[in-house]
């Protein structure tokens, strides 16, 4: 659970909750840029969970104060966990100086419970694969009909790689319209049955491909 309580909103800090998983506890953040950095934790095929506020650590500064620092995130992946502080790139440079030793003590605490300290940056987080979560997260649990679908892969499978809009082209008939085609492309690839490189924003020169499809 976290351990600082998110403020209400108020002009800078823009709060509110996402799902992470369905049935498992939302996550809260405090402003757009953590907002999105939620949105990409989401959106990883590798991310097991992601908790806001999830630890405060005491220390004491240069001059013997007694200090306290509690990080934005923990997010947990597959194979590595990592205490996340999300900024404002310009925000991080203007604040440096006091920043850095705060997250020196981050660091060495994370490592000492094996975990990774890194700091997000806008630069690192509004990126295409952002982009592409906020459009394909809305349709990951869309009902594809089953005949669309094997229509969809086979054709990926016999042709891939093969663009969006080339697949398009290859399926569209009187029977399947190219409306339909693309609101089941979507969901597929928001599940990963389709792949593409999701680290360049969708659009039709996208390249598809399949593992595994039927022929």
Not at 186 to 203: C, F, G, K, M
């Amino acid at each position: 659970m976290p351990t600082r309580t998110i403020p209400a909103s108020h002009r800078s800090h823009i709060t509110g909750r996402q799902p992470f998983i369905s049935g498992v506890r939302s996550i809260g953040h405090e402003s757009a840029l953590e907002r999105d950095f939620v949105t990409l934790c989401r959106f990883d095929p590798d991310g097991l969970g992601i908790e806001e506020q999830p630890v405060t650590i005491n220390w004491t500064d240069a001059d013997g104060r007694q200090r306290r620092y509690t990080p934005d995130f923990r997010v947990v992946r597959r194979n590595s966990t990592e205490i996340v502080e999300v900024k404002y790139r310009k925000d991080l440079w203007a604040k440096w100086s006091a920043y850095k030793p705060i997250y020196l003590v981050a660091r060495d605490w994370a490592s000492r419970q094996g975990m990774r300290f890194r700091i997000a940056t806008d630069r690192r987080i509004r990126v295409p694969m952002l982009v592409n979560a906020k459009r394909l997260l809305p349709r990951l649990h869309d009902p594809v009909a089953a005949e669309t679908e094997r229509r969809i892969l086979g054709a990926i499978a016999r042709l891939q790689p093969i663009s969006l809009s080339n697949l398009v082209e290859e399926l569209i008939d009187p029977e399947l319209r190219a409306e339909v085609i693309l609101s089941a492309v979507w969901p597929l690839l928001a599940r990963r049955t389709i792949i593409a490189d999701l680290d360049v924003e969708i659009s039709g020169t996208s390249m598809l491909s399949v593992v595994g499809a039927l022929r």
